[in-house]
T-cell receptor
Framework: GNSVTQMEGPVTLSEEAFLTINCTYT??????LFWYVQYPGEGLQLLLK?????DKGSNKGFEATYRKETTSFHLEKGSVQVSDSAVYFC???????????????FGQGTILTVHP | DTGVSQDPRHKITKRGQNVTFRCDPI?????LYWYRQTLGQGPEFLTY????????KSRLLSDRFSAERPKGSFSTLEIQRTEQGDSAMYLC????????????FGNGTRLTVT
């Protein structure tokens, strides 16, 4: 089945630093790819998505580009803020067609802490 | 949009006891999902409903687990004869049927089995 590997370990940055969180996937075909975020005390919410190769998803200053050559969907932000402190999850559908937005396989999550 | 509501927020139970969790999805959403999340891991899919029909169950859902959505609105997840390995965060999510709609998650129910 489809799987996703996310960079391990928490990330700690100073405000305005550049952020990259790596995500690589294994899948049949070209499924949609997602980044979900979980802020402290809140439920997971969709941050951004890309539905086909070379698409760039973006939201709240975050970007991720669907790279089929490297099977990657790395999350980036040019200047992080304290309010970006959260847990970030890379995800993809685990149905055969890679089209389900509800039945997802998630990475293990990356804890981001941003200090003032 | 009042969001997905889960109850209780926390549940502590002794091994062997039965527990039941409730999820109230966003009212106009006809799809409802249950996920389980253990410490340091991402959520894992358990099962999902479209209206009152349970359309898919993960192999993770042993015969001690049962989920219902009797009227196509709220859902319950019951775990019978709980084991310590059942300790986890149980997440509920909902979405409308429209293709491409993202999941809306609740805050989860944290289960601790002692």
């Amino acid at each position: 089945g489809n799987s996703v590997t996310q960079m391990e370990g928490p990330v700690t940055l100073s405000e305005e630093a550049f952020l990259t969180i790596n995500c690589t996937y294994t899948a049949t075909g070209y499924p949609s790819l997602f980044w979900y975020v979980q802020y402290p005390g809140e439920g997971l919410q969709l941050l951004l998505k890309a539905t086909k190769a070379d698409d760039k998803g973006s939201n709240k200053g975050f970007e991720a580009t669907y790279r089929k050559e490297t099977t990657s969907f790395h999350l980036e932000k040019g200047s992080v803020q304290v309010s970006d402190s959260a847990v970030y999850f890379c995800a993809l559908p685990n149905n055969a067609g890679g089209t389900s937005y509800g039945k997802l396989t998630f990475g293990q999550g990356t804890i981001l802490t941003v200090h003032p | 949009d009042t969001g997905v509501s889960q109850d209780p927020r926390h549940k502590i139970t002794k091994r062997g006891q039965n527990v039941t969790f409730r999820c109230d999805p966003i009212s106009e959403h006809n799809r409802l999902y249950w996920y389980r999340q253990t410490l340091g891991q991402g959520p894992e899919f358990l099962t999902y409903f479209q209206n009152e029909a349970q359309l898919e169950k993960s192999r993770l859902l042993s015969d001690r687990f049962s989920a219902e959505r009797p009227k196509g609105s709220f859902s319950t997840l019951e775990i019978q004869r709980t084991e310590q390995g059942d300790s986890a965060m149980y997440l509920c999510a909902s979405s409308p049927r429209k293709t491409g709609s993202p999941l809306h998650f609740g805050n989860g129910t944290r289960l601790t089995v002692t």
